[in-house]
């Protein structure tokens, strides 16, 4: 759970604005919760994160990506990449009482086409992903809007939104259950998920000790798409979780 936060957490800001030059390392702690009903979600040691940024290509977390084509100069820039990113989500029966008789549902590579349009302290993004080894067999599509406010020399801010399409494969495969796994006794009936719309807010919040040493702190809260809610395996609405690192650039 701690490496899928906060690797989710850093690729939409790092996305979003280049806050380091070229190569960033940190060390944090995560909070997180988790969809799934009866799933507990602690607090989590982080030893270790690495992002890059570079003029043909990026790394960030769980994400890398290389530029196919770029216009303009710093401050007012349009580029489309390739990008491939690992998909962190699912469980096992064992993680709670109520999943156990569950298939596994497993982790998988995506990977598709991303655009970034930067003008000034406004960031526009959008992408189009699939997944490549055949686990939930769909898609996704996304939008994304950050601002970046500059509150003093050493301080800033950053708020985003993002609203992202997340298939009828890519839903059910991890939200939904079969008829082989239904479990009345406990409440678990079949279900099947559509494809449906999930809305993400996030602000990250970035103090500079020096020209190479921060404090970054996000907190980020996802609406989870109605047809999502309804499942029997997910027990709240909204996922909400809190990322503090030291991070160092180079």
Do not use: C
């Not at 030893?47 to 790394?59: L, Q, T, V």
């Not at 990449?81 to 596994?104: C, I, N, T």
């Not at 490549?132 to 003093?152: C, D, M, N």
Request: charged content about 15%; hydrophobic content about 40%; overall charge positive.
């Amino acid at each position: 759970m701690r490496f899928k936060v906060v690797s989710l957490l850093l690729t939409g800001f790092l996305a979003s604005f280049n806050l380091q030059a070229q190569l960033s390392v940190g060390i944090g702690i995560t909070h997180a919760q988790s969809p799934y009903s009866s799933v507990s979600s602690n607090p989590n040691f982080l030893p270790a994160y690495i992002s890059y940024e570079g003029k043909r290509g990026y790394f960030r977390g769980i994400e890398g990506g290389l530029h196919l084509w770029s216009q303009g100069e710093k401050g007012k820039r349009f580029t489309i990449s390739a990008l491939g990113a690992l998909r962190m989500e699912g469980y096992k029966a064992s993680d709670s009482y109520y999943l156990q008789g569950m298939k596994k549902r497993k982790w998988s590579l995506d990977a598709g086409l991303g655009t970034a349009l930067s003008l000034g302290y406004n960031r526009f993004s959008a992408r189009v992903i699939t997944d490549t080894l055949g686990r939930h067999k769909g898609y996704s599509a996304g939008v994304g809007y950050a601002r970046i406010i500059p509150v003093t020399q050493k301080f800033m801010l950053i708020p985003s939104a993002h609203a992202t399409w997340q298939s009828n494969h890519l839903l059910d495969y991890y939200f939904g259950v079969t008829n082989d796994e239904t479990n009345t006794v406990i409440g678990r009936n079949a279900y099947k998920v559509n494809g449906d719309v999930q809305l993400r807010t996030s602000l990250l919040a970035n103090y500079s000790f020096t020209s190479n040493t921060s404090l970054m702190l996000i907190a980020t809260l996802r609406r989870l798409p109605n047809n999502v809610t309804d499942s029997p395996l997910v027990d709240r609405n909204y996922v909400g979780a809190v990322f503090g690192a030291i991070t160092f650039s180079f």
